[in-house]
């Protein structure tokens, strides 16, 4: 069984620009959840989608940032404009359902550097 | 507001010492536990999910307790090997499935 893909895996941009990832869900996963992981710290969640909808978008900084799950399956974050702390890895995980019974399965995540 | 911390936060051993990685968290209305293991640039894997009901869940070399009442789960690892190198993060879900994550305990395990 395939894993979460994301792409790309490293990203380099300057402040004020802005840069898109994507995620590629385990087949037949219902539920979608990125998450950013600052250096040193644990990762915190984003975002989370049930299919093409948003379930908690509490810690999303929507000035900037912004996310999509068209079709229910692949999603994009979008960040714009960058700022510096805003380096972090992005990670994307998926999981059967939403609720706490099922398990996340996390990709290898996009390390991205604001300069 | 539900907080998870771990200590220590960078642990340096020889091979072959038995470990153990503390987890602590403010609020003990939780619905799991669970432990993560993160390699430099990949993903996280899991190592051991703990249901609220459960006292400890065992996977080879690993076993992990939780004591819910007093907000503690404790990561034990057995006869360590330079492959258990990573980082270590705990993580609680409460009644949402939300995952709240430590900040990770970093483990290097020299030859």
Redesign the interface.
Known sequence: EA??AQSP?YKIIEKRQSVAFWCNPISGHA?LYWYQQIL??????LI?FQNNGVV?DSQLPKDRFSAERLKGVDSTLKIQPAKLEDSAVY?C?S?LG????????????T?LTVL | KQE?TQIPAALSVPEGENLVLNCSFTDSAI??LQW?RQDP??????LL?IQSSQREQTSGRLNASLDKSSGRSTLYIAASQPGDSATY?C?V???????I????TRLQVFP
């Open positions: 894993g979460v895996r539920t040193g710290q644990g990762p915190k969640l989370q908690d990670l995980a999981s939403g609720g706490p019974h099922n398990e996340q399965f996390f990709g290898p995540g390390r | 998870v619905y799991n993560f640039g990949k993903g996280l894997t899991s999910l993060l993580a879900r409460p009644s949402t499935d939300k995952l994550f430590g900040t990770g």
